[in-house]
């Protein structure tokens, strides 16, 4: 299994640039989900999804778009990206409902600047 | 909502010291409690997480960590660090029901020294 993997590993954009951070996992995972990681503030919720067809947003969702189509891939999409989304950004997966195993699993990370 | 506070942003110890790093939450309604830790350049893995059952819960390296519901704490132990211990620790937390959101403190960086 390669768990969790997240492509690109290091970007660059200018600002109002668009892109698409790619997510996928091979775990067969219902739950989904995108944190981005600052200094100082831990880990916070961008958007979630719980299964095919189904996203909901987390705790900072402005700016990002997010959909899911197969359980496997999760991608997060910049529209416009600003020099405040300049962050690294983790992707995760987890099984959900009865008998979940509660243990989230984290890709390797996106590294993202934007000037 | 949900709130994790970790007491603080950095500890240094002495190898072969013993460590605690401090984790308090907020939640009107039962949690599950867990503690990652993040190597440097990589992603999070999970150290340890209490669901139910004994409050006392180990890892395979040696942390342990208890579930005080009174005071509303998950502070993490080892009593003797390693340099490779050298790591940024998360705690986190995800009500028992719902969308089961996980929702991370701060961190605190544990910085072991020779």
């Known amino acids: 299994n390669a768990g969790v993997t997240q492509t690109p590993k290091f970007q660059v954009l200018k600002t109002g640039q668009s892109m698409t951070l790619q997510c996928a996992q091979d775990?067969?995972?219902?739950?989904m989900s995108w944190y981005r990681q600052d200094p100082g503030m831990g880990l916070r919720l961008i958007h979630y999804?719980?299964?095919?067809?189904?996203?909901d947003q987390g705790e900072v969702p402005n700016g990002y778009n997010v959909s899911r189509s197969t359980t496997e891939d999760f991608p997060l999409r910049l529209l416009s990206a600003a020099p405040s989304q300049t962050s690294v950004y983790f992707c995760?997966?987890?099984?959900?409902?009865?008998?979940?195993?509660?243990?989230?699993?984290f890709g390797p990370g996106t590294r993202l600047t934007v000037t | 909502a949900q709130s994790v506070t970790q007491l603080d942003s950095q500890v240094p110890v002495f190898e072969e010291a013993p460590v605690e790093l401090r984790c308090n939450y907020s939640?009107?309604?039962?949690?599950?409690l867990f503690w990652y830790v993040q190597y440097p350049n990589q992603g999070l893995q999970l150290l340890l997480k209490?669901?139910?059952?004994?409050?006392l819960v180990e890892s395979i390296n040696g942390f342990e960590a208890e579930f005080n519901k009174s005071q509303t704490s998950f502070h993490l132990r080892k009593p003797s660090v390693h340099i490779s211990d050298t790591a940024e620790y998360f705690c986190?937390?995800?009500?028992?029901?719902?969308?089961?959101?996980?929702?991370f403190g701060q961190g605190t960086r544990l910085t072991i020294n020779p």
């Open positions: 939640s009107s309604v039962s949690v599950y």
């Open positions: 209490y669901l139910s059952g004994s409050t």
């Open positions: 986190a937390v995800s009500v028992v029901k719902g969308a089961q959101k996980l929702v």
């Open positions: 995760a997966s987890r099984s959900y409902g009865t008998g979940a195993v509660y243990e989230q699993y």
């Open positions: 775990m067969n995972h219902e739950y």
């Open positions: 999804s719980v299964g095919a067809g189904i996203t």
